[in-house]
């Protein structure tokens, strides 16, 4: 089976705080592809990241960054002194490979930054 | 820039009527997908095209019809509204092949009430 979990369903912080945002993923793939999508309170998905089986690399990007580990079937992400406009629903989803660039989604953080 | 956009942003049915919500991509994709977002969901697959012409079910298609006549254009129709089909719905386009073209995009999407 091929799933995306967060379990996380909603996280409160306060401004300036450190938060990570959990993702663990199921398939017997061994090339597969791996997303975060960002949805503010305006509504559109916006892609944050991808990163494929093959690079365990962590990925920093400013304040944000991931981390891969496939012992654990997870790829969580980090904000590093969130801010008020980090406020929004995130969502990790996963691709296998072939197909459709077919992406199976999880259920999605909401992330509240409180100022 | 307008990327993917989403027609009408927010509609109001009564049970048992119909309507077509249209996707239009500038971007040249040649894949084009329809999702619904439920709250604690996530967003799940209606339909989907790899190409103009070819149409294909995702993982919820009953109650739903799609075309794709022109490349750009995508349509998902609702021949007989139901409340169950209440819902955010989104449309997305993708290149075909590997990274780094294996990105789907996002339009706005449309907010969907059935009376």
């Known amino acids: 089976a091929q799933k995306v979990t967060q379990a996380q369903t909603e996280i409160s912080v306060v401004e300036k705080e450190d938060v990570t945002l959990d993702c663990v993923y199921e398939?017997?793939?061994?090339?597969?592809?791996l997303f975060w999508y960002k949805q503010p309170p305006s509504g559109e998905l916006v892609f944050l990241i991808r990163r494929n089986s093959f690079d365990e690399q962590n990925e920093i990007s400013g304040r944000y960054s991931w981390n891969f580990q496939k012992s654990t079937s997870s790829f969580n992400f980090t904000i590093t002194a969130s801010q008020v406009v980090d406020s929004a629903v995130y969502f990790c989803a996963l691709s296998p490979s072939g197909g459709y660039n077919k992406l199976i989604f999880g259920a999605g953080t909401r992330l509240a930054v409180h100022p | 820039n307008a990327g993917v956009t989403q027609t009408p942003k927010f509609r109001v049915l009564k049970t048992g009527q119909s309507m077509t919500l249209l996707c239009a991509q500038d971007?040249?994709?040649?894949?084009m997908y329809w999702y619904r977002q439920d709250p604690g969901m996530g967003l799940r697959l209606i339909h989907y095209s790899v190409g103009e012409g070819t149409t294909a079910k995702g993982e919820v298609p009953d109650g739903y019809n799609v075309s794709r006549l022109k490349k750009q254009n995508f349509l998902l129709g609702l021949e007989s509204a139901a409340p169950s089909q209440t819902s955010v719905y989104f449309c997305?386009?993708?290149?075909?092949?590997?990274?780094?073209?294996?990105?789907?995009?996002f339009g706005a999407g449309t907010r969907l009430s059935v009376l």
């Open positions: 398939t017997r793939d061994t090339t597969y592809y």
């Open positions: 971007m040249n994709h040649e894949y």
């Open positions: 997305a386009s993708s290149y075909y092949g590997l990274p780094p073209k294996n990105i789907q995009y």
